[in-house]
C-alpha cells in the first residue's frame, strides 16, 4: 500500500481530517474504548469513521490499537512553507 499524502487527507470530510490528525497526535495509538471516553461522538460513527480512513489508507488498526499513517509529504511542506517566506 502506498503511503498516503497530504492530497488523500484533504479530500476527506472534516470529521475524518480531525480524527486523523487526533490520532497522529498518539505514535502509540488509540483504542475505540478511549476514544469513546475522550471524545463526544456515538459509537458508531466512531467507528465508521476509523473504518472509513483505513480504507483511504490513513490510519490502521494494530490489536485493537488505531494509529494514523504518517502522511508522506508532510515534513517537507513544513520546510518549503519556511523556504516560502519572504527574506526581512
Avoid at 481530517?17 to 497526535?25: G, I, K, N, Q, V
Amino acid at each position: 500500500m502506498p503511503t498516503p499524502n497530504a492530497a488523500t487527507l484533504n479530500v476527506q470530510p472534516r470529521q475524518r481530517r480531525s480524527m486523523y490528525e487526533w490520532l497522529a497526535e498518539a505514535p502509540e495509538g488509540r483504542s475505540v474504548k478511549t476514544l469513546l471516553g475522550e471524545l463526544s461522538i456515538p459509537e458508531p460513527e466512531l467507528r465508521e469513521t476509523l473504518r472509513k480512513l483505513e480504507a483511504a489508507g490513513l490510519a490502521k488498526r494494530v490489536k485493537g490499537t488505531w494509529v494514523a499513517i504518517p502522511l508522506e509529504d508532510a515534513e517537507p511542506r513544513a520546510v518549503e512553507a519556511l523556504d516560502a517566506q519572504p527574506a526581512s
